[in-house]
């Protein structure tokens, strides 16, 4: 069974970086096309897509958010991270991490919900 | 950037109704294209991959269509379980979404 959990700050000071984890189980990221995408959606809004990182460390990002996102995955533990430089209010939303295999996103975790605001 | 264009953006049906749900992409996406459901406070559900392809354990009342630059969903008797927002996402070149759909009680 396949799970999938966002963990991280709930609030974030504006210019900050952001961290969320997401920590998996019932998969590997180790095995071939396999990856792990995150998504957010702002309170009221649509689903948008960040970035992701497959089974062999290959990120592919946003074009609008590139410059300020990396993933990266934890060759230790069944985690992947995000970090998203710079925030502003506008990147409060409810962020989710989704596993990925033959470009779908089939399982999903919770979400976590991140406010930028000082 | 592919943008994809969902239509309408709110749907007013009753239950045992048949609805359809629209989607347009900017770019020929073939068929790489994925519908979801998502309620509210909750993730989102894949529900159809590939256009047409019926994830496992999903009722057989949803369906997918299309291919190149337009797509329909259709939930063919809503029951109450199905009000829910819907959303399309191409995945021909990295990923994107519609703005969703909501379907609401008439």
């Known amino acids: 069974q396949i799970t999938l959990k966002e963990s991280g700050p709930t609030l974030v000071n504006p210019t900050q970086t952001l961290t969320l984890t997401c920590t998996f189980s019932?998969?590997?990221?180790?095995?071939?096309?396999?990856?792990v995408a995150w998504v957010r959606q702002p309170p009221g809004k649509a689903l948008e897509w960040l970035g992701l990182?497959?089974?062999?460390?290959?990120?592919l990002y946003s074009t609008s958010l590139q410059t300020r996102l990396t993933i990266t995955k934890d060759t230790s533990n069944p985690q992947v991270v995000l970090k998203m430089t710079n925030v502003d209010p506008g990147d409060t939303a409810t962020y989710y991490c989704?596993?990925?295999?033959?470009?779908?996103?089939?399982?999903w975790g919770q979400g976590t919900l991140v406010t930028v605001s000082s | 950037d592919i943008q994809m264009t969902q239509s309408p953006s709110t749907l007013s049906a009753s239950v045992g109704d048949s609805v359809t749900i629209t989607c347009r992409a900017s770019?020929?996406?073939?068929?790489?294209l994925a519908w979801y459901q998502q309620k509210p406070g909750k993730a989102p559900k894949l529900l159809i991959y590939?256009?047409?392809t019926l994830e496992s354990g999903v009722p057989s009342r949803f369906s997918g269509s299309g291919s190149g630059t337009e797509f329909t969903l259709t939930i063919s008797s809503l029951q109450p379980d199905d009000f829910a927002t819907y959303y399309c996402?191409?995945?021909?070149?990295?990923?994107?979404f519609g703005q969703g759909t909501k379907v609401e009680i008439k």
């Open positions: 990182i497959y089974w062999d460390g290959d990120t």
């Open positions: 019932g998969f590997s990221l180790s095995t071939g096309g396999v990856g």
């Open positions: 989704a596993h990925l295999t033959a470009r779908r996103f089939d399982f």
């Open positions: 590939d256009a047409s």
């Open positions: 770019h020929s996406i073939t068929t790489w």
């Open positions: 996402q191409q995945c021909h070149s990295y990923w994107s």
